[in-house]
């Protein structure tokens, strides 16, 4: 992708003026009422550097069009990088203008003087706002893309630093079977990989260049577009004007994949929530990203965490907000689109909010082997292996799975373990499980049994973790 094409010189300061893109043909201005719901300069202030990026490259279209002089075109490119130096020294934040594109032109006035009149030849601010918004996401992307990587990359070693931890891992939220925590914190590793995945294809589809689409039927002067999204870093030209500036369904597929990614983080907030509990006590999260109550001494409450379950909510809502936004708008640009940038930029914000909090909580777990240990010591964990044992034994494993349910059922009526019932309980379940002998399991042997690809063995989990830092590299 293209880095700033804005360099920055001397920073001449001048108060702002009235000034408005369009009037000519109105008798008076608009109703304030109007005008305060039209602005939108508060939200896409936030394409400062696109928007000039975008009028830079549009001042060389114009230019090898014919359309600007050099000395026109000279004074345009300077005054525009001299705006980018006020912006970025300090932005005009109670500038009275409607838009980012508004409040560009208008300085420009005062930059380079009537010449500015010649910069929105053949442009309208509809493909202006796509370009701008299309760039301006592509590099939130890569922002977001690198820190989805880092969060993974956590995961993993944190995996490969306890891979001989062993947990039980649940269904329907009830214990189920020994795994071990490598292989849990890899699910949420491979969760990641899709939505990095479904990133990477999304940004191939927002790399699409509208500028030179005009307002809907294409600019009316021979620009060249292949050097606009040369000079702006896309990777496709868009081939038709009304779709260029008429569509944001490239909006709604980054939101979904920045929703699906919250989601996953929700998910995995709520597995680290629930392991941390005093009930659970699997995993001590790291204090730093805990916080404590006003009034009971002894909390330290996973905020951080659950802030994170909670802010997927705020993701999802701005994914089925730019749907909604979309779904009743006919061919072609219309103003419900200004709402893309608002949902856009709290979509990427909380990203990046969520993607280093969540690494760095990652990074400092501990797992609690004693308790983990504890738990794992109940026998119930390791019915399926009994019933497996049976089927090496010559069972049909609807039997299998019989007999056992008998056996547990003895142990839960005795109160004790498997282990501890007497040889004749275990004959009287089924005299296959005394044939050579009662078997014996346990939880390693139990996620060593597990050598499937995608399974649990030691090797199994060994090839995960090389997977995946092959997926990371
Ligand atoms: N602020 C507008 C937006 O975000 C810019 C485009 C305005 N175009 C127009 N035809 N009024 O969509």
């Known amino acids: 992708m293209a880095q700033s094409i804005i360099e920055t010189g001397t920073p001449p300061i001048t108060p702002p003026t009235e000034h408005r893109l369009w009037g ?6 608009p109703a304030l009422s109007l005008e305060e719901l039209n602005r939108s300069l508060d939200i896409d202030k936030r394409l400062w550097r696109e928007d000039i990026e975008g009028s830079l490259a549009w001042v060389q279209a114009l230019l090898r069009a014919g359309v600007l002089s050099l000395d026109e075109a000279g004074a345009l490119d300077a005054g525009l990088r001299r705006i980018a130096h006020r912006f970025a020294e300090a932005f005009p934040d109670d500038a009275p203008d409607e838009d980012i594109h508004t409040l560009v032109e208008r300085m420009l006035y005062e930059e380079a003087g009537q010449v500015a009149g010649k910069l929105h030849t053949g442009r309208s601010r509809n493909d202006q706002v796509a370009t701008d918004a299309r760039l301006w996401t592509l590099r939130a992307c890569v922002r977001i893309e690198r820190e989805l990587r880092a969060v993974q990359s956590a995961l993993v ?37 899709r939505d990095r995945d479904r990133l990477t294809a999304a940004v191939d589809r927002v790399s ?49 994949v920045t929703s699906m990614v919250a989601t996953h983080l929700s998910r995995l907030a709520e597995d680290l929530i629930i392991f941390s509990s005093d009930e659970f006590r ?67 914000d909380a990203m990046e909010m969520l993607l280093p909090t969540t690494r760095e909580t990652i990074a400092g ?57 007497p040889e004749s309980v275990w004959a009287a379940a089924h005299p296959q499980f005394m044939d050579p002998h009662i078997p014996t399991v346990s ?16 090797p199994a989990v060994v090839g995960q973790i090389t997977a995946a830092r092959d997926a990371l590299s």
């Open 365 to 421: 777990l501990r797992f609690n082997s004693d308790r983990l240990a504890d738990v794992l010591s109940d026998e119930t964990l390791l019915a399926t292996d009994l019933a497996d044992e049976l089927v090496r034994r010559g069972l049909p494993f609807r039997e299998a799975h019989a007999a056992v349910g008998r056996l547990l059922r003895s142990a839960d009526q005795q109160g004790v373990q498997v282990s501890q019932l």
């Open 157 to 193: 070693e944190l995996a490969a630093a306890n891979i001989e931890v062993l947990m039980p891992a649940y269904t329907h939220m009830r214990r189920a079977q020994p795994v071990r925590v490598a292989h849990w914190l890899l699910s949420h590793f491979w969760a990641l990989q």
């Open 24 to 29: 000519g043909r109105f008798e008076g201005a």
């Open 443 to 458: 939880p390693e042997a139990s996620v060593d049994a597990r050598s499937v690809q995608g399974g649990t063995a030691r």
């Open 208 to 256: 699409v260049l509208p500028l030179g689409s005009g307002a809907i039927s294409g600019s009316g002067f021979a620009v060249d577009r292949t050097l606009l999204k040369e000079l702006l870093g896309f990777r496709h030209v868009s081939q038709n004007s009304i779709d260029a500036v008429g569509d944001r369904d490239w909006v709604c597929e980054v939101l979904f």
């Open 282 to 348: 699997f995993i001590e999260l790291p204090e730093a990203f805990t916080t404590g109550s006003s009034l009971m001494p002894q909390k330290r409450n996973p905020d951080g965490l659950e802030l994170a379950r909670g802010m997927a909510a705020r993701s999802i809502g701005e994914l089925t907000s730019a749907l909604a936004m979309l779904k009743g708008t006919p061919s072609g640009y219309n103003k419900d689109f200004q709402e893309d940038k608002r949902l856009l930029f709290g979509a990427v």
